[in-house]
T-cell receptor
Framework: DSGVTQTPKHLITATGQRVTLRCSPR?????VYWYQQSLDQGLQFLIQ???????AKGNILERFSAQQFPDLHSELNLSSLELGDSALYFC????????????FGQGTRLTVV | AQTVTQSQPEMSVQEAETVTLSCTYD???????LFWYKQPPSRQMILVIR??????QNATENRFSVNFQKAAKSFSLKISDSQLGDTAMYFC???????????FGQGTTLQVKP
């Protein structure tokens, strides 16, 4: 158990819909990262938050947004979903914004039908 | 931009044997880290080993060790005494020291055969 909790574990939704994925980092970790794992794109960095503020941005679509709350949990919002958004979405956390090791949650499997 | 390349999509090894997975990367940063992550069929991402770029000594974690060649931008993983539980996808990852974001290679599927 990495200590990073993601909910839900599985999500099935229709095209055009909006979903929210939730992540609780390890206790004490200030930095949260979101990654997308799909068959054709591999593991892609989406976005990073550190202590409530956006720190780095990767290949995140405009239809996607994220935030980190004062209690340090984070949410990834995906809207106007398309079939191609089906993927495994990971959250990871680390103690600082530099690279100490990042610990991954078990992921949320999103299926868009 | 940083890139990570794993040139071996699939590999297999006999139980108890040694196998080496290859990884090369490209960066212009001086402050970075390198990682190997394991992803078993459960899909959980598990950190196997970590190397700080400023350290010359190769990292070792039990049966897992790396060969870090900074000038060549090469970072291979050696698994000794392979076990059936080592069967998984292995990802090489570059970590920016400025942000902490990870850039992953495409992965190598390793099968350990009994």
């Amino acid at each position: 158990d990495s200590g990073v909790t993601q909910t839900p574990k599985h999500l099935i939704t229709a095209t055009g819909q909006r979903v929210t994925l939730r992540c609780s980092p390890r206790s004490g970790d200030l930095s949260v990262y979101w990654y997308q794992q799909s068959l054709d794109q591999g593991l892609q960095f989406l976005i990073q938050y550190y202590n409530g503020e956006e720190r780095a941005k990767g290949n995140i679509l405009e239809r996607f947004s994220a935030q980190q709350f004062p209690d340090l949990h984070s949410e990834l919002n995906l809207s106007s979903l398309e079939l191609g958004d089906s993927a495994l979405y990971f959250c990871a956390s680390s103690a600082e914004w530099g690279t100490t090791e990042a610990f991954f949650g078990q992921g949320t499997r999103l299926t868009v039908v | 931009a940083q890139t990570v390349t794993q040139s071996q999509p699939e590999m297999s090894v006999q139980e108890a044997e040694t196998v080496t997975l290859s990884c090369t990367y490209d960066t212009s940063e001086n402050n970075y880290y390198l990682f190997w992550y394991k992803q078993p069929p459960s899909r959980q991402m598990i950190l196997v080993i970590r190397q700080e770029a400023y350290k010359q000594q190769n990292a070792t974690e039990n049966r897992f060790s790396v060969n870090f060649q900074k000038a060549a931008k090469s970072f291979s993983l050696k698994i000794s005494d392979s076990q059936l539980g080592d069967t998984a996808m292995y990802f090489c990852a570059y970590g920016s020291g400025n942000t902490g974001k990870l850039i992953f290679g495409q992965g190598t599927t390793l099968q350990v055969k009994p």
